[in-house]
């Protein structure tokens, strides 16, 4: 059973950084297109960052120059570097990967369980 295991959230003041993980558990043969997404108290879940096999980025308007996304490819693992943090940034993020578990399968869409940033003064 594949499954992505999040960490890294936290409690900070405004202006703090934190810095999120996330790494399938059990047996695959792939992982592809990575990326972060974020849910606030009565709003629909949004894209942070997303990253492509191929290394392409893409980032919200509203994290544009505070947020990174990488990854460590040996380590299937990526990343969520977040600097500047403000109040509105406060959300459960979620990390989304497509992940190939046998060669012959097609790639599905996997989320990890969710962790909690809050940035209160």
């Known amino acids: 059973q594949v499954q992505l295991v999040e960490s890294g959230g936290g409690l900070v003041q405004p202006g703090e950084s934190l810095r999120l993980s996330c790494a399938p558990s059990?047996?695959?043969?792939?992982?592809?297109?990575m990326g972060w997404y974020r849910q606030a108290p009565g709003k629909e879940r949004e894209l942070v960052a997303a990253?492509?096999?191929?290394?392409?980025?893409n980032y919200a308007d509203s994290v544009k120059g505070r947020f990174t996304i990488s990854r460590d490819n040996g380590k299937n693992t990526v990343y969520l570097q977040m600097n500047s943090l403000k109040p509105e940034d406060t959300a459960v993020y979620y990390c989304?990967?497509?992940?190939?578990?046998?060669?012959?399968?097609?790639?599905?869409?996997?989320w990890g369980q969710g962790t909690q940033v809050t940035v209160v003064s």
């Open positions: 990253l492509t096999s191929a290394g392409s980025t």
């Open positions: 989304n990967a497509q992940i190939t578990v046998w060669s012959w399968a097609f790639p599905k869409d996997y």
């Open positions: 059990g047996s695959f043969f792939r992982v592809s297109n």
